[in-house]
């Protein structure tokens, strides 16, 4: 059974009628003016049906609406029982068809839905108009669908469609989807009937892709704002008299501006220094000369009155100016930061310069200030053999411990205290900060004599490794023997010989084998001293540098 012909009477605008002053009372077209069509044929009728339709659309209604309001208007000008939109869905493939009526108030009420499956199948296609009439991308009317030969559509002759007229909705050959009006008996469409009903597809596909494209531009002017806003980079947009039109968060935080404080004024009365402000206005002379982006640095002076040194980069948009519209791009790095910290590394380098040269001749004073070494005319090895014999065989009466008590703990952790002193030392570390790193190094008092010390110093009566240093080469581990300490600082060593030092320097080894810590030194000193009835030389030995073991050890 057919569903039986649903009319309503229709209200439109006349081609004169002035368009409503708010669009946004408007439900529907249907609903806008009054309008009395007995005087009008029906091409007349169509012509201001299109005329009427497209002032609706420059309203910009909202997009369902307006999509409702095409279809109804199709339907009530070709007086057909029923209309309908199809709105395609691109990732699906599929056709979303509504089909219904509108009242005379103007709402829509949507009688029958359907998904239509738009597939490359030959069966696929002929299932249904609307993926017929798309896959032609041509009007399709069917004066009697049941016995229609060209497709199949189930659906319309299952809600009692005898007649009907299908125009796809297409942009750029772009599927949007289909606007269709169908009767419920037999009723002959005309070429004149599907020519009006295309011209309405085609100022509705225009108004939805209009619609869609200023939607994507506004998602797009959004996400590039919030991008522009994260950035550190300084974002100034500028019209053609260099005024101040936009600006990101980086560049309020390195002027101290709010954009509201200094939008609408120039650039250069704003932030430009004064006696830098002729060099600014050439920069935009020259930017506005050529199409390249041009690059300079140039301080701004800030809120606070400070000034900001800042990498520019200016760029023409290429645009026509308009009001609120940049006609420049000025874009900068703010390297104040990183000016600051260079000034801040070169004044570090030059008071360690500094402190190097006055440790130096510091150096060169105590040096001066110690006995001279004196050269005996000894046999080498013969004052090596010496100074390897046992502290006991030479009647030494020193509170020492053996060799065998050295290799306990206590020795072990006084060495690696040595190591660091040492290393601190010759890092040019003071003397107050050595004092406050290592303990349980003390100063010692009483000092008295010519003995003069950088650095703490502390009783070491231990037996230790030394090796006279003749020429450039390193001794070799046979060239080693064994002296007993008197004292030992970060600084330096004092041991004892039996005769007075033939050598200059000297590599002393720390520790206990295999685990040994060799550091060279220069004697800087050496006087007689009595221990028990034996007169020893006592050697004052300044540290230099740290060897390493495979140096000596290979």
């Given at each position: 059974?057919?569903?039986p012909?649903?009319r309503?009477k229709?209200?439109?605008m006349?081609?004169?009628?002035?368009?409503?002053?708010n669009s946004?009372?408007?439900q529907?077209?249907?609903?806008?003016?009054?309008?009395r069509w007995?005087?009008?044929?029906p091409?007349?009728k169509?012509?201001?049906?299109?005329l009427?339709?497209?002032?609706?659309?420059?309203?910009?209604?909202?997009l369902?609406?307006l999509m409702?309001?095409?279809a109804a208007l199709?339907?009530?000008i070709?007086?057909?029982d029923?209309s309908?939109?199809g709105?395609?869905d691109?990732?699906?493939?599929?056709?979303f068809?509504?089909?219904?009526?509108?009242?005379?108030?103007g709402?829509?009420q949507?009688?029958?839905?359907?998904e239509v499956?738009l597939?490359?199948?030959a069966?696929k296609?002929?299932?249904?108009?609307?993926?017929?009439?798309?896959?032609?991308?041509?009007?399709?009317?069917s004066?009697?669908?049941?016995s229609?030969a060209?497709?199949?559509?189930r659906f319309?002759?299952?809600?009692?469609v005898?007649?009907?007229?299908t125009?796809p909705?297409h942009?750029?050959?772009r599927?949007?989807?289909?606007l269709g009006?169908y009767?419920t008996?037999?009723?002959p469409?005309d070429e004149?009937?599907?020519?009006?009903?295309?011209?309405?597809?085609h100022?509705?596909?225009?108004?939805?892709?209009?619609v869609?494209?200023?939607?994507?531009?506004?998602?797009?002017?959004?996400?590039?704002?919030?991008l522009l806003q994260?950035?550190d980079t300084?974002?100034?947009?500028?019209?053609?008299r260099?005024?101040?039109?936009s600006?990101n968060?980086?560049?309020?935080r390195?002027?101290?501006?709010a954009?509201?404080e200094i939008?609408?004024k120039t650039?250069?009365?704003a932030?430009?220094?004064?006696?830098e402000s002729?060099q600014f206005?050439?920069?935009?002379?020259?930017?506005?000369?050529?199409?390249a982006?041009?690059r300079?640095e140039?301080?701004i002076l800030a809120?606070?009155?400070s000034q900001?040194?800042?990498a520019?980069?200016?760029?023409?948009?290429?645009?026509q100016?308009s009001?609120g519209?940049?006609t420049w791009?000025l874009t900068?790095?703010d390297?104040t930061a990183?000016?600051?910290a260079?000034?801040q590394a070169a004044q570090?380098?030059?008071d360690?310069q500094?402190?190097?040269?006055?440790?130096?001749r510091?150096?060169q004073?105590?040096?001066?200030?110690?006995?001279?070494?004196?050269?005996?005319e000894r046999?080498v090895?013969q004052?090596?053999?010496a100074a390897?014999?046992?502290?006991a065989r030479?009647?030494?009466?020193?509170?020492v411990?053996?060799r065998?008590?050295?290799?306990?703990?206590a020795s072990a952790?006084a060495?690696?205290?040595?190591?660091?002193s040492?290393?601190?030392?010759?890092a040019?570390?003071s003397?107050e900060?050595?004092a406050a790193?290592?303990?349980?190094?003390?100063?010692?008092?009483g000092?008295?004599?010519?003995?003069k010390?950088?650095?703490?110093r502390?009783?070491?009566?231990?037996?230790q490794?030394?090796?006279?240093?003749?020429?450039?080469?390193?001794?070799?581990p046979?060239?080693f023997?064994?002296?007993?300490?008197?004292?030992i600082?970060?600084?330096g060593i004092?041991?004892?010989?039996d005769c007075?030092?033939?050598?200059h320097k000297?590599v002393?080894?720390l520790?206990?084998?295999?685990?040994?810590?060799?550091?060279g030194a220069d004697?800087?000193?050496?006087?007689?001293?009595?221990?028990?009835?034996k007169?020893?030389?006592?050697v004052?030995?300044?540290?230099?540098?740290r060897?390493?073991?495979?140096?000596?050890?290979r």
């Open positions: 059974m057919r569903t012909r649903i309503f229709r209200n439109y006349l081609p004169e009628t002035p368009l409503a002053a946004s009372d408007l529907s077209l249907l609903g806008a003016v009054e309008l007995e005087h009008l044929d091409r007349a169509q012509q201001a049906a299109v009427a339709f497209g002032r609706r659309a420059n309203a910009r209604p909202d369902a609406v409702q309001d095409a199709c339907a009530e070709l007086r057909a029923l309908g939109i709105e395609y691109p990732q699906r493939r599929k056709l068809l509504r089909i219904g009526v509108t009242d005379i108030k709402a829509s949507w009688l029958h839905s359907h499956e597939g490359s199948a069966d296609l002929q299932e249904s108009m609307a993926g017929y009439a798309i896959t032609t991308g041509s009007p399709v009317v004066p009697n669908l049941p229609d060209r497709f199949k559509d319309l002759c299952g809600i009692g005898y007649s009907a007229v125009v909705l942009l750029y050959n599927p949007l989807g289909t009006v009767n008996s037999e009723r469409f004149h009937d599907a020519q009006f009903v295309e011209t309405i597809a100022l509705l596909s225009s108004s939805i892709a209009r869609r494209a200023e939607e994507a531009l506004v998602q797009q002017t959004t996400v590039l704002d919030q994260q950035v300084l974002v100034f947009g500028l019209d053609d260099g005024r101040i039109v600006m968060a980086a560049a309020e390195s002027s101290g501006f954009a509201k939008c609408g650039l250069i009365s932030l430009a220094i004064p006696l002729a206005e050439g920069y935009l002379r020259r930017a506005a000369s050529q199409s982006a041009i300079f140039a301080a809120k606070d009155g900001r040194q800042i520019w980069t200016l760029k023409v948009l290429g645009q100016s009001s519209k940049p791009l900068g790095a390297r990183e000016i600051v260079q000034a570090a380098r030059a360690a500094r402190s190097a040269e006055q440790l130096r510091l150096r004073m105590l040096a001066k200030a110690e006995h001279p070494v004196v050269q005996e046999p090895q004052k090596v053999a390897s014999e046992s502290p030479l009647g030494m009466s020193l509170d411990v053996s065998d008590d050295f290799a306990g703990t952790i060495a690696a205290e040595l190591e660091a040492v290393a601190r030392a010759l040019g570390q003397t900060e050595q790193d290592q303990q349980p190094f003390r100063p010692q008092q000092v008295a004599g010519h003995e010390r950088s650095s703490p502390r009783q070491f009566k231990y037996h490794l030394i090796a006279p240093v003749y020429g450039q080469e390193l001794p070799s046979k060239k023997f064994t002296v007993a300490c008197e004292d600082s970060a600084g004092a041991f004892y010989l007075a030092p033939d050598f000297v002393v080894a520790g206990k084998p295999p685990a040994l810590a060799y550091f004697v800087v000193r050496y006087s007689k001293k009595q221990v028990g009835e007169t020893m030389y006592l004052g030995c300044r540290f230099t540098e060897i390493p073991s495979s140096a000596i050890e």
